[in-house]
C-alpha cells in the first residue's frame, strides 16, 4: 500500500477522543500531512487541526481522506456514506482502518471506479507474500518488542526513527499495523496476514539495504501473550533483527486482555527474545528498554526507571518523555 499525503482526518461522529485514537496517532507524527480534519455536529473528539469542509480540503491539496476513527465492531455506518462518496467525486482517495472493508461497500467501490481513485483498506493486506527465506541481508534492523501488548512498540519505533534522522542516519519507519501505515505512507498490517506469510510480508517490508542503513520495525503483541505471540514471532524472525527493544508498561499486573496470566519478568522476555531472534540472526540484542509510566509522576517514574536500570543493565528510558536518545546511543 502507498498512501498518498497530504491527509483531511475524517473524525465524523465520533463520541470521544479514545474514538479518534487512529486519527491522534497519525497527527502526533506526522502533523506536516495532517492538513485538517472533517467532524459532523457533535462529534466529541479534536485533534487540534482546522476544521475542513472537502471543497476547503480539495483547495488546500489535499489527496486522501484518512478514516481515523475506531468505533465499535469497526464499521462504515451508513450516514458517513454521503460524505465518503463526495470525496470520492471530489477526487480524493479514501483510506481505512476499520474491519468493515471500504472495497466491500458497491456504492463506494464503484464511485472509486468511475473517478480514478484508490481505496485503502489498511487492516486488510492485497498483495502476495513469499514464505520467509531467512537469509541473511545486507542493512541493520531494530525491532520493538513487548512484555504485553499495548505497551508503546509503535511509539517507541517512532522515537527511535526520530532521534535516527535527528542525528542524520539513514533510517525508515516500517509500519506493520494500520495505524502505522497511515504514518508511514505504506506497510503491511500483520495481523491480517495468513500466518505461513508474516515472516516473509515482513522481510518484504524490510529489504536489504546500504550496510549503515536502519529499518525500525514496529513490533506487534508480545511472545508472552497466549493470543498474539503468533504475530510476535513471524516479525521478529522476518525482521532479523540487529537490536530490540524491550517495550513494557509500568504497574500492570496482568497481560492485557488475560486476567489469568500475570505480567512475565523483564529478564524473561529478553532472555526468550533474544533466543528467538538468534535463530535469524546470531548477533540480535536487546540494546534497551522503553516503559510506558504515563500513570507515574515524575519523581515516581524516575526512580522506577533507575530500579529497572540497575536491574537489568540496560538504558531504561520513557520514549515519550525522555525521547529515544540513550535507545540509539546504546546502538554503537
Same mark, same amino acid.
Given at each position: 500500500?502507498?498512501?498518498?499525503?497530504?491527509?483531511?482526518?475524517?473524525?465524523?461522529?465520533?463520541?470521544?477522543?479514545?474514538?479518534?485514537?487512529?486519527?491522534?496517532?497519525?497527527?502526533?507524527?506526522?502533523?506536516?500531512?495532517?492538513? /485538517?480534519?472533517?467532524?459532523?455536529?457533535?462529534?466529541?473528539?479534536?485533534? /487540534?487541526?482546522?476544521?475542513?469542509?472537502? &471543497? =476547503?480540503?480539495?483547495?488546500?491539496?489535499?489527496?486522501?481522506?484518512?478514516?481515523?476513527?475506531?468505533?465499535?465492531?469497526?464499521?462504515?455506518?451508513?450516514?458517513?456514506?454521503?460524505?465518503?462518496?463526495?470525496?470520492? =467525486?471530489?477526487?480524493?482517495?479514501?483510506?481505512?482502518?476499520?474491519?468493515?472493508?471500504?472495497? %466491500?461497500?458497491?456504492?463506494?467501490?464503484?464511485?472509486?471506479?468511475?473517478?480514478?481513485?484508490?481505496?485503502?483498506? *489498511?487492516?486488510?493486506?492485497?498483495?502476495?507474500?513469499?514464505?520467509?527465506?531467512?537469509?541473511?541481508?545486507?542493512?541493520?534492523?531494530?525491532?520493538?518488542?513487548?512484555? %504485553?501488548?499495548?505497551? /508503546?512498540?509503535?511509539?517507541?519505533?517512532?522515537?527511535? &526513527?526520530?532521534? +535516527?534522522?535527528?542525528?542524520?542516519?539513514?533510517?525508515?519507519?516500517?509500519?506493520?499495523?494500520?495505524?502505522?501505515?497511515?504514518?508511514?505512507?505504506?506497510?503491511? #498490517?500483520?495481523?491480517?496476514?495468513?500466518?505461513?506469510?508474516?515472516?516473509?510480508?515482513?522481510?518484504?517490508?524490510?529489504?536489504?539495504? %546500504?550496510?549503515?542503513?536502519?529499518?525500525?520495525?514496529?513490533?506487534?503483541?508480545?511472545?508472552?501473550?497466549?493470543?498474539?505471540?503468533?504475530?510476535?514471532?513471524?516479525?521478529?524472525? /522476518?525482521?532479523?533483527? %540487529?537490536?530490540? *527493544?524491550?517495550?513494557?508498561?509500568? &504497574?500492570?499486573?496482568? +497481560?492485557?486482555?488475560?486476567?489469568?496470566?500475570?505480567?512475565?519478568?523483564?529478564?524473561?522476555?529478553?532472555? *526468550?527474545?533474544?533466543?528467538?531472534?538468534?535463530?535469524?540472526?546470531?548477533?540480535?540484542?536487546?540494546?534497551?528498554?522503553?516503559?510506558?509510566? #504515563? +500513570?507515574?509522576?515524575?519523581?515516581?517514574?524516575? =526512580?522506577?526507571?533507575?530500579?529497572? &536500570?540497575?536491574?537489568?543493565?540496560?538504558?531504561?528510558?520513557?520514549?515519550?518523555?525522555?525521547?529515544?536518545?540513550?535507545? *540509539?546511543?546504546?546502538?554503537?
Amino acid at each position: 500500500m502507498k498512501i498518498q499525503a497530504p491527509y483531511l482526518m475524517f473524525l465524523g461522529d465520533a463520541p470521544d477522543q479514545l474514538a479518534a485514537k487512529v486519527a491522534n496517532g497519525v497527527a502526533k507524527w506526522r502533523p506536516d500531512w495532517c492538513l /485538517g480534519q472533517l467532524r459532523f455536529d457533535g462529534c466529541g473528539a479534536d485533534l /487540534g487541526l482546522t476544521d475542513m469542509s472537502l &471543497e =476547503e480540503a480539495k483547495a488546500a491539496g489535499v489527496k486522501t481522506l484518512v478514516i481515523g476513527v475506531a468505533n465499535r465492531g469497526g464499521v462504515i455506518p451508513d450516514h458517513w456514506k454521503a460524505s465518503l462518496l463526495d470525496a470520492l =467525486e471530489m477526487g480524493f482517495d479514501l483510506a481505512s482502518g476499520l474491519h468493515n472493508k471500504l472495497a %466491500d461497500i458497491p456504492e463506494i467501490v464503484e464511485k472509486a471506479k468511475a473517478n480514478g481513485r484508490q481505496l485503502f483498506d *489498511v487492516r486488510h493486506p492485497t498483495g502476495n507474500f513469499d514464505v520467509a527465506k531467512g537469509s541473511k541481508r545486507p542493512g541493520k534492523r531494530l525491532l520493538a518488542v513487548g512484555t %504485553d501488548c499495548s505497551v /508503546g512498540k509503535m511509539f517507541t519505533a517512532l522515537a527511535v &526513527e526520530a532521534e +535516527m534522522k535527528k542525528r542524520g542516519m539513514k533510517c525508515s519507519f516500517r509500519a506493520t499495523g494500520q495505524t502505522g501505515i497511515f504514518i508511514a505512507g505504506d506497510g503491511v #498490517s500483520v495481523d491480517a496476514v495468513i500466518s505461513d506469510f508474516i515472516s516473509g510480508a515482513t522481510e518484504q517490508i524490510t529489504p536489504a539495504n %546500504d550496510a549503515d542503513h536502519w529499518d525500525v520495525v514496529e513490533g506487534q503483541g508480545s511472545l508472552f501473550h497466549a493470543s498474539f505471540a503468533g504475530v510476535s514471532l513471524g516479525l521478529l524472525h /522476518g525482521s532479523q533483527p %540487529d537490536a530490540l *527493544v524491550m517495550c513494557h508498561v509500568a &504497574e500492570r499486573d496482568h +497481560m492485557r486482555g488475560l486476567p489469568d496470566f500475570p505480567l512475565p519478568s523483564i529478564q524473561d522476555c529478553i532472555e *526468550v527474545n533474544e533466543r528467538m531472534g538468534r535463530m535469524v540472526n546470531p548477533d540480535c540484542r536487546v540494546i534497551g528498554i522503553s516503559v510506558n509510566t #504515563s +500513570m507515574l509522576d515524575d519523581a515516581a517514574a524516575d =526512580e522506577y526507571l533507575a530500579g529497572l &536500570e540497575a536491574e537489568t543493565g540496560l538504558p531504561c528510558v520513557d520514549a515519550y518523555r525522555h525521547g529515544a536518545a540513550r535507545l *540509539v546511543d546504546a546502538l554503537g
